[in-house]
């Protein structure tokens, strides 16, 4: 009995100490590829960041196009929280980022951003989608307002700029007036 026992224990210990190195050498390549982003965010290398994309993410979104909406200019980061999670046979993570920097002229400070990370070919790549986009910049995928400091920059900044932002027409009233110019 005590032999089965020692046995276990020495099975268990085994076991242990390669699950946590193989846990370990996952987290050091995950958290070198968050840096790898965001310090090409920070030298505003685009092509790097967009590299670094999941295959997903680059099938929905072509480099001009991340280019376009990559309208944040990123000074500084540091990366809050992670965690890698695994679900089936897919390894997927959870990165928190709190970063600061500049956004139609104004100072972002702070702004808390979550990422979500897919193991894939090998490596850890972003999926890039509008939850990557810091909350309270843009409206939520509920529809609502924006942050009212925010709204009140973008504001302020159309002003100063003598901006005309388009008019938006719900889609009933576009039809109202498609029916009434026939």
Same mark, same amino acid.
């Given at each position: 009995?005590?032999?089965?026992?020692?046995?276990?224990?020495?099975?268990?210990?085994?076991?242990?100490?390669?699950? /946590?190195?193989?846990?370990?050498?996952?987290e050091? =390549?995950? =958290?070198?590829?968050?840096?790898?982003?965001?310090?090409?965010?920070?030298?505003?290398?685009?092509?790097?960041c967009?590299?670094?994309?999941?295959?997903?993410?680059? @099938?929905?979104? /072509?480099?001009?196009?991340f280019?376009?909406?990559?309208?944040?200019?990123?000074?500084? !980061?540091?990366? @809050?929280? !992670? %965690?890698?999670?695994?679900?089936?046979?897919?390894?997927?993570?959870?990165?928190?980022?709190? $970063?600061?920097? $500049?956004?139609?002229?104004?100072p =972002?400070?702070?702004?808390?951003?979550?990422?979500?990370?897919? $193991?894939?070919?090998?490596?850890?790549?972003?999926? !890039?989608?509008?939850?990557?986009?810091?909350?309270?910049?843009?409206?939520?995928?509920?529809?609502?307002?924006?942050?009212?400091?925010?709204?009140?920059?973008?504001?302020?900044?159309?002003?100063?700029?003598?901006?005309?932002?388009? @008019?938006?027409?719900?889609?009933?009233?576009?039809?109202? %007036?498609?029916?009434?110019?026939?």
């Amino acid at each position: 009995m005590k032999k089965i026992i020692s046995l276990l224990i020495i099975f268990l210990a085994i076991f242990s100490f390669f699950y /946590t190195k193989d846990s370990s050498k996952e987290e050091k =390549l995950l =958290l070198k590829r968050v840096n790898r982003y965001w310090e090409s965010r920070v030298k505003d290398d685009l092509v790097t960041c967009y590299n670094l994309l999941s295959s997903d993410s680059k @099938k929905s979104m /072509t480099l001009t196009s991340f280019i376009r909406k990559s309208n944040i200019k990123v000074s500084q !980061y540091e990366i @809050k929280n !992670y %965690k890698i999670l695994k679900e089936k046979n897919i390894k997927k993570a959870v990165v928190e980022i709190i $970063f600061s920097g $500049f956004a139609l002229g104004y100072p =972002l400070k702070n702004v808390k951003n979550r990422q979500f990370w897919v $193991f894939e070919k090998g490596n850890w790549f972003v999926k !890039y989608n509008l939850r990557s986009i810091p909350k309270g910049f843009t409206s939520n995928s509920k529809g609502k307002k924006l942050n009212p400091e925010v709204r009140k920059k973008i504001e302020e900044y159309i002003k100063k700029h003598r901006i005309v932002p388009p @008019k938006i027409i719900s889609p009933e009233k576009l039809n109202e %007036k498609k029916n009434n110019n026939r």
